[in-house]
């Protein structure tokens, strides 16, 4: 059974820092990796999909990365801004694209 | 955003009452799905649907009960709903499943069962 691990739980920050978030998963066996954002009492907002056959993937101030065979993936946030305060998701697919979460990292971004 | 919808919003139940639960899209996206978020758990799945009358299980499907017979509706059924149910229920979309297709998520239904 897919385990997915993201740490840290929480983090605090001052604004304008990089900061990296950390995600693992058990099955190397994965077609893609999804992170998501999450704000208080909201739903889950899309960030980014990294293909299995990817290593990178940028949006704007996020740039993913995966590496399947040490099943890892990690969000890297490019000057952090109090706006980027949220939970952030991993997820991977099993079959039938079912999603398996892991726990998130709260991220507090301080002005 | 993708045109996802979520109704009720919120909803308060006793215990023993049936609830349903109902996701919308306007995407006419084939798989639809039902998840739960509560703490401690992070979000697992409770059905899912890859076509209209195509439904199968997920990780927690016991107490739990779907149908789809139109593309852009998926119900969640409570049928005698128990206080373990309160949680926050997402609705999620993808076109097909694969290495290309992301999933997108509705607002959420907050459900407390009393």
């Known amino acids: 059974k897919q385990e997915v691990t993201q740490i840290p739980a929480a983090l605090s920050v001052p604004e304008g820092e990089n900061l990296v978030l950390n995600c693992s998963f058990t099955d190397s066996a994965i077609y893609n990796l999804q992170w998501f954002r999450q704000d208080p009492g909201k739903g889950l907002t899309s960030l980014l999909l990294?293909?299995?056959?990817?290593r990178e993937q940028t949006s704007g101030r996020l740039n993913a990365s995966l590496d399947k065979s040490s099943g890892r993936s990690t969000l890297y946030i490019a000057a952090s801004q109090p706006g980027d305060s949220a939970t952030y998701l991993c997820a991977v697919p099993n079959a039938g694209n079912m999603l398996t979460f892991g726990g998130g990292t709260r991220l507090m971004v301080k002005p | 955003d993708a045109g996802i919808t979520q109704s009720p919003r919120h909803k308060v139940t006793e215990t023993g009452t049936p609830v349903t639960l109902r996701c919308h899209q306007t995407?006419?996206?084939?798989?639809m799905y039902w998840y739960r978020q509560d703490p401690g758990h992070g979000l697992r799945l409770i059905h899912y649907?890859?076509?209209?009358?195509?439904?199968d299980k997920g990780e927690v499907s016991d107490g739990y009960s779907v149908s789809r017979s139109k593309t852009e509706d998926f119900l969640l059924t409570l049928e005698s709903a128990t206080s373990s149910q309160t949680s926050v229920y997402f609705c999620a979309i993808s076109e097909s499943w694969g290495h290309t297709y992301e999933q997108y998520f509705g607002p959420g239904t907050r459900l407390t069962v009393t």
């Open positions: 990294i293909q299995s056959s990817q």
């Open positions: 995407e006419n996206h084939r798989y």
């Open positions: 649907s890859y076509g209209v009358k195509d439904t």
